[in-house]
């Protein structure tokens, strides 16, 4: 065996090494990239959203928009106050409801709301809304996002589960003008 | 001090470390060097390994859970022996650190540092930037506080406007559906393990590039970088009339950055660390959420941004201001250094700053926020309201009721969204002001559905008395005719 052989076979060696390296890394690459994606993932599969109680219809007065909170139905045991979510509820006669989140259209300030004059007012960038969520002045390119609502046993329920963003198509598809059920 | 040597002695025996230090100290640099301007790059690196320290001292109680991180903040501030220094010094030092690297890297654009055979260097160095700035922001996220959470809803609001990938870049970066204990724990990683890891990299890159290509020289206007001849000139300018760093020029690193760190104590000492604010609890809306001082500027650009050119210019204008960064040592990679050769270079660096300082100065005024409280907090000044007939008074009544301050001032008091009011009946006329109300418009929403005609007439009727006294309300001119006219057109 000639001494060129030798250094031949060892860099036949080392090739095969860092080969196997490879076959390994790729291997270990698609765990390590599904463990990554699994917060997208799974909203692909299953989908975060699911009916949520909202509280007795007799706290929503006809006429009137009040605050309403729920408990996110996706949350672990550490998240603390952040899975405690806020919304505002908009009883139009009794028989129609509006469920608006709570983050602005904008970039996702919490709006508050003014009966007196009818408006909701961002605090961030200016953003202000009718009452039926629609937009009415500043930056927001959209009205208010609406959640879906249905009413069982006088009891409001929505579906939520997720913080709507202005990218999202479900929340593009409920919100604005159009009303919900 | 015969054993200290000894120990060393038997230390470089083994390491053979001590030569090489000596040289890369004691290497040449051009004369002109040994500046105050010089000083910034080091004092950067200072400030980095005092976060590092500090950021360590606050890990040693600081929680990452969303449910505890506050509290763990509360703790410091108020349970452990100096805590809320170490969280001061930790705040503080990352404003300095912000400031330093941006101070450094305008002198090094001025210099033009970035020319031949430099490119790498402000290659890296922009790559610094972004890490640093990834740092700060990440940074604000782990005081957990209501600015904290509501940053990251506008964060995600931004990432979800990205075409195609914009929903699944959300659920990526909060780590789920909300905002919540997984995004907490994801920007914690990135904070305390990514971004350091990157930053110590990139660091290690860019003082081996400074130690293998030397400092930039002192610009003369004049001497023209040319690729062919540059490095010839420049070991001349070294080695001919060169000094050695270490001690000729280092002393002037050494005093600055040793005042930094002493300003960094004083403010913490002074102001005291940053925050926390409310709790993370997403159900208290009673607030008003802010970015960090460095991220003010791009809070004001948000709410000037038409809403149609806002997601274009969001996604595409930092992409574009990266590129523009990376390309410009290509682009200008030889000729003029000096920056009194170079008046377009100036010019940017001053268009850069005041609009980067005005839009902060804008963000710490807020003028496009409604003043929330403004409707039942702030009276109507009493000469507004002083002679004026019930009617009027009425008026003002609604102005307060309907929340109309949250958006106008009188006398300075109330929103500045809309325009201040003190003078407004010179402006527009009775019919003007009634439309106004009704319809809105240019920015205002249209009170017509909110307003009863007695009250939209009783608050007309105050704003007509919006004037001085010694000018009249505007009036329509052509009205006499017109309604003349009427009155003889029958016949």
């Known amino acids: 065996m000639t001494a060129e052989n030798g250094i031949s076979r060892r860099a036949a060696l080392v090739k095969l090494g860092i080969f196997l390296n490879g076959i390994v890394g790729a291997a270990l690459a698609v765990p390590i990239l599904r463990y990554l994606l699994s917060p997208v993932t799974r909203e692909r599969r299953t989908g975060y959203d699911s009916w949520l109680l909202l509280g007795g219809l007799d706290q929503f007065p006809a006429g009137q928009t009040r605050l309403a909170t729920y408990k996110n139905p996706v949350v672990n045991a550490w998240d603390g106050e952040t899975g405690d979510i806020a919304c505002w509820v908009r009883n139009v006669d009794d028989q129609k409801f509006q469920v608006f989140a709570i983050n602005c259209a904008h970039l996702g300030c919490p709006v508050r709301w003014f009966a007196q004059s009818n408006l909701f007012m961002c605090p961030c960038h200016g953003g202000a809304y009718y009452q039926d969520g629609s937009r009415a002045s500043g930056p927001p390119e959209r009205g208010l996002f609406q959640y879906r609502y249905k009413v069982e046993g006088g009891k409001l329920l929505i579906k939520a589960g997720e913080m709507p963003t202005p990218g999202q198509p479900v929340a593009n598809k409920a919100g604005g003008k159009t009303t919900c059920a | 001090m015969r054993l200290i040597q000894k120990v060393g002695e038997w230390l470089d025996l083994r390491l053979q470390l001590g030569a090489p230090i000596r040289e890369t100290a004691g290497h040449p640099v051009p004369r002109e060097t040994a500046s105050w301007f010089y000083v910034f790059g080091s004092a950067a690196l200072t400030c980095f390994m005092f976060q590092i320290v500090t950021g360590i001292l606050l890990a040693l109680i600081y929680v990452p859970s969303a449910g505890e991180a506050w509290n763990s903040l509360q703790t410091l501030n108020h349970g452990v022996s100096l805590g809320w220094f170490i969280r001061a010094l930790h705040g503080w030092g990352s404003n300095f650190m912000v400031a330093i690297v941006l101070i450094h890297m305008v002198q090094v654009f001025l210099f033009g540092a970035y020319k031949f055979p430099r490119e790498l260097t402000w290659i890296v160095g922009v790559f610094l930037l972004l890490v640093t700035l990834g740092m700060a922001f990440t940074g604000q996220v782990l005081r957990f506080d209501q600015d904290a959470y509501w ?273 407004v009946a010179l402006r527009l006329t009775e019919d003007q002001l009634i439309r106004q109300v009704i319809q809105g418009g240019g920015n205002m929403p249209a009170y017509g559905k909110n307003l009863s005609p007695a009250e939209t007439t009783a608050l007309v009727a105050f704003l007509e008395t919006l004037h001085p006294a010694n000018q009249k309300p505007a009036r329509n001119a052509s009205q006499a005719v017109t309604l003349g006219a009427s009155e003889v057109s029958p016949r």
């Open chain 2, 151 to 423: 940053g990251l809803g506008i964060g995600a609001s931004i990432a979800s406007r990205v075409p195609i990938i914009g929903p699944w870049a959300v659920n990526l970066m909060l780590g789920g559906p909300i905002i919540a204990g997984a995004t907490l724990s994801r920007f914690f990683a990135l904070h305390v393990f990514v971004i350091p890891g990157l930053l110590i990299a990139f660091v290690g890159v860019h003082l081996l590039l400074v130690l293998k290509l030397g400092i930039n020289e002192w610009p003369m206007p004049g001497r023209i970088v040319r690729r062919a001849t540059y490095m010839q000139e420049y070991r001349e300018l070294t080695h001919k009339q060169g000094i050695p760093f270490v001690p000729e020029a280092v002393w002037k690193d050494i005093l600055f950055s040793g005042f930094i760190l002493f300003a960094i104590a004083v403010c913490a000492v002074h102001f005291g660390p940053f925050g926390p604010s409310g709790q993370p609890d997403p159900t208290i809306i009673q607030t008003a959420p802010r970015p960090d001082f460095f991220f003010l500027w791009l809070y004001a650009l948000l709410s000037f941004l038409p809403p149609s050119a806002e997601t274009p210019i969001l996604l595409i204008g930092p992409a574009v201001g990266l590129i523009v960064l990376l390309v410009l040592p290509f682009v200008a990679g030889e000729g003029e250094k000096s920056w009194r050769r170079r008046p377009i270079a100036v010019l940017t660096i001053l268009l850069v700053a005041v609009g980067l300082g005005s839009l902060t100065h804008l963000a710490e005024h807020t003028p496009w926020s409604p003043v929330m409280d403004a409707w039942s907090s702030q009276p109507i000044p009493s000469e507004f309201l002083h002679g004026r007939t019930a009617l009027e008074r009425h008026g003002a009544l609604v102005f307060q009721a309907k929340q109309c301050h949250n958006c106008h001032s009188l006398d300075d008091k109330g929103g500045q969204r809309g325009p201040a009011l003190d003078r």
